[in-house]
């Protein structure tokens, strides 16, 4: 039996077509997903392994994508290692956030059957009912998670961050270290429940210098893709607004690299040296115009991206906004080519 | 007489040491500027010569930094245009924004002795208490000022523009032409008044695909740089967050090139194809860290900036809750190398 397509792709192979899944695309712009969502609370959903199986698997009866993704929440390892976390119209709060050495007190690893039991069960749950398409876990970046650890909040500016980088650079590499190895277990975790891939959200990297990114980011990154990508599954690395610096960005060692849009899909790819696999890039905004425009901006990514490996993705998150004929419009043109 | 450090400098020459100011220097981070503010509002404070003139100043008073911008806002020529802007606690907020090509007939170029003689007399104003300190004026590049105009507020995803963009292309090329437009005339009169160089803020630019920038942002942005070179001024283009795509803002043709903090500043200079003259480019928030931080970075910037038309400057505008401190740290850093 072959392999998935997404999987192939994932290794640099050459596919047929490129594999496609969207990031997000198990959310809002989902009527199904809103339906279940109405009766919960966010974090309700992401702790009901029956609910989050549910949503995990609605895009995939939808629209035939080539990979699923668990449904959880980038904060949710952050909380098992012993912060507090809630989840506000305006976004999750981390009421005491991380701001002195000693705050790394409250944090540690964890045992991921112990205190994220529901994700291992959302995953279990969810491959019994996928078949033949693969599962893909996730989990932030070490940067990304650290600075919600510190500015207890989605940032702007990420002051707080910076500042704690600069004024206590010891606790902050033993912060994202610490970060790094929950995450490691956490993630194994998953691949051992039955993830086929795991995926790494950098969603906040962009804001870094190349020498932070050099400094801060990088090292812990490294070591834990290093760590996953001994349990065989392949590890993408996500680095959102990070294409200025894409040739840093290769030292990560992932098996893929999603890149966002600002660049077209060929010369991210080169800029990282020649990645064996690359994922992306359509601006998910491009999906709030018309379908000839989704089409003929799909083509030129698939054209751009090769036959080998390259997995069709947006490149960023689907907003709530986008009209479900758009992904129709999306998902036609890229399995047409 | 030898011409000001700063004007030197922006023609490529060969100085001394760089010359610097900083993005936003006249603003909340200095308790002058809180103390005129405290008795008027942010729009009053834009539109009032005498305290404009005063909040120019305050900066190179307490610093001697080596170039003065004007106090004002880049909404200030888009109201002139015929849109109603309102400055509340969440930023601007313009409660008639362009959604529909017919919404464009609300819009027209306009005399600026006529719409924004205040922001002349400001110019004018601060000129007499310069003495040898150049004084830069401003506006939003084309783009930026458009996401305004269409967006109705500071956007996070810009969802509003893209699809103005995607669905109505044509109308988008007036939009931005017409803007670009407006801002010729609003510049070349800031000129005529006094200012000794002009900035364009493409603050927003970064949201863009390289291949919308060059559709959509380029061409206003080249046409508006153009007729401002030929009133002998230089030009400088700060295109925040396109690190990324350095190679297409080249075409730009300004004198000199803002650049924000991702990349070391001798890369985005490569990457620029070799501008003449690069300004830029500390990231604000290492002024939150210790004085010791501070120089060594800034230091590193001076060396790889070069000796020529480099000017010192941060990626972005100073924070608010930047201390005196650091910018004494900063200042007397720079100065020293």
New interface residues.
């Given amino acids: 039996m072959t392999a998935p397509l997404f999987l192939r792709a994932c290794r640099g192979e050459t596919t047929e077509r490129a594999p496609l899944w969207l990031m997000r695309q198990a959310g809002r712009y989902l009527p199904e997903y809103r339906q279940v969502r109405a009766g919960v609370s966010f974090l309700e959903l992401c702790k009901t392994p029956k609910l989050a199986v549910e949503v995990t698997l609605q895009p995939i009866r939808r629209f035939g994508f080539d990979a699923a993704i668990l449904f959880s929440d980038l904060l949710v390892p952050l909380e098992a290692m012993g912060l507090a976390v809630e989840f506000t119209d305006e976004g999750p709060r981390l009421p005491q956030p991380v701001r002195t050495p000693a705050d790394l007190g409250r944090l540690a690893t964890f045992d991921p059957a112990a205190r994220t039991g529901f994700v291992l069960e959302t995953i279990a749950g969810a491959r019994r009912e996928l078949g033949d398409t693969p599962l893909i876990g996730f989990a932030g970046a070490p940067f990304t998670v650290a600075t919600y650890a510190i500015e207890g909040k989605t940032s702007k500016?990420?002051?707080e961050t910076?500042?704690f980088?600069?004024?206590e650079p010891e606790a902050a590499h033993r912060l994202l270290a610490l970060i790094g190895e929950a995450t490691r277990d956490y993630l194994v975790a998953q691949v051992r429940a039955g993830a086929q891939a795991v995926q790494l959200f950098d969603s906040w990297v962009?804001v870094?210098?190349?020498?932070?990114f050099e400094t801060y980011a990088l090292p812990p990154t490294a070591a834990l893709v290093a760590a996953l990508r001994a349990t065989g599954v392949p590890v993408i690395y996500f680095g959102n607004?990070a294409?200025?610096?894409l040739d840093r960005v290769a030292r990560v060692g992932a098996d893929v690299y999603g890149v966002d849009?600002?660049?077209?899909i060929d010369?991210a790819r080169a800029r990282l040296g020649g990645a064996r696999a690359v994922q992306g890039n359509l601006?998910p905004?491009?999906l709030?115009?018309?379908a000839a425009?989704i089409e003929r901006r799909a083509r030129e990514i698939v054209r751009r991206g090769g036959k080998r490996g390259h997995v069709f993705n947006l490149?960023h998150g689907i907003?709530p906004?986008v009209p479900i004929e758009a992904v129709e419009a999306l998902v036609a043109a890229v399995r047409s080519c």
């Avoid at 849009?261 to 077209?264: I, K, N, S, T």
């Fill in positions: 500016g990420f002051g910076k500042k980088f600069y004024r962009g870094l210098s190349a020498e932070d607004g294409a200025a610096i849009w600002r660049l077209p010369e601006d905004a491009v709030l115009g018309p425009e490149g907003t906004d």
